[in-house]
């Protein structure tokens, strides 16, 4: 937190964003202190920037292990507190997976394992949400669940099972397309996009922008990366976000800080083109 500077948010709001996505992972949620996350508070403020996600630091909430998921409670719980503080509107988690390497290493905890997608992995990750929504009411902070084929939350469909047993205005969606895109949906990617939306609903809000697109390999492989490099159809995407609330951020995701210029122009073109309003925009 303390590597955050005035001078960054200035690049970011040059750029053309009117916020950012952090996640901070350097600084334990149970041990940060308050001053420290209001010094990022304040300097956010005063360069005009929003925090729209602060990281959940991707807890494992599926474990069959009680020990194990508790303390995964009481991390979320404390991620949200620290969110509250740096005034953040969110925090964003996955659900964890059961991959033998994935304790401690965030690309791990999206790995598969045939556990995630048992009964027993979607009862434990209700548990769990139930149990951190009221920090997250306490903290005024959304707990913000990402999905992938490869955990608990493969498809919009389960996510909105799972949303519905939990039942908090505090537990929500931060849709991702391409983390659902298949071999043969990715060439249709607005179709799927507009039945995710269909099934998610006011469950929704947030999303991450990132593209998509098939391998040319033997096995089934879509990859994913910087916007306009794929086929995620962006046009779509924004179309149903704005629908839904035209507060609701659009976090570009997948690309490196050199490409944030072109991945900006791009989101900004086609917001122009649908006649939508870009947050904070000059």
């Not at 939990?166 to 990715?186: E, I, Q």
């Amino acid at each position: 937190m303390n590597d955050l500077t005035p001078e960054l948010c200035r690049r970011v709001r040059a750029l053309g964003f009117s916020g950012i996505f952090t996640r901070f992972a350097a600084n334990d949620p149970r041990e940060t202190p308050r001053h420290v996350a209001q010094r990022v508070r304040d300097i956010l403020a005063g360069e005009g920037l929003r925090m729209y996600q602060a990281t959940g630091y991707w807890q494992n909430m599926i474990t069959p292990d009680e020990s194990v998921r508790c303390e995964s409670v009481r991390v979320i719980q404390a991620a949200l507190r620290l969110a509250g503080w740096m005034g953040a509107r969110a925090i964003d988690t996955g659900p964890g997976s059961m991959h033998p390497d994935s304790a401690g290493v965030h690309a791990a905890s999206w790995w598969p394992h045939p556990y995630n997608w048992t009964a027993q992995a979607r009862h434990q990750l209700v548990k769990t949400l139930k149990e951190c929504a009221p920090a997250a009411e306490d903290a005024g902070v959304y707990l913000c669940l990402e999905g992938a084929q490869t955990v608990t939350l493969e498809n919009a469909r389960v996510t909105r099972e799972v949303l519905d047993e939990v039942g908090s205005p505090w537990v929500r969606s931060d849709y991702d397309s391409a983390n659902w895109l298949t071999l043969k949906t990715v060439y249709d990617s607005a179709a799927a996009i507009a039945s995710d939306f269909d099934t998610l609903g006011e469950y929704i809000v947030s999303c991450h922008a990132k593209d998509a697109w098939p391998v040319n390999h033997l096995n089934v492989r879509v990859d994913q990366g910087c916007p306009g490099r794929g086929l995620v159809d962006f046009r779509a995407l924004f179309r149903h976000m704005e629908a839904l609330s035209p507060d609701y951020p659009v976090i570009a995701e997948g690309n490196t800080t050199e490409e944030l210029p072109q991945v900006s122009a791009l989101f900004h073109r086609i917001a122009d083109e649908l006649g939508i309003r870009v947050l904070d925009d000059a």
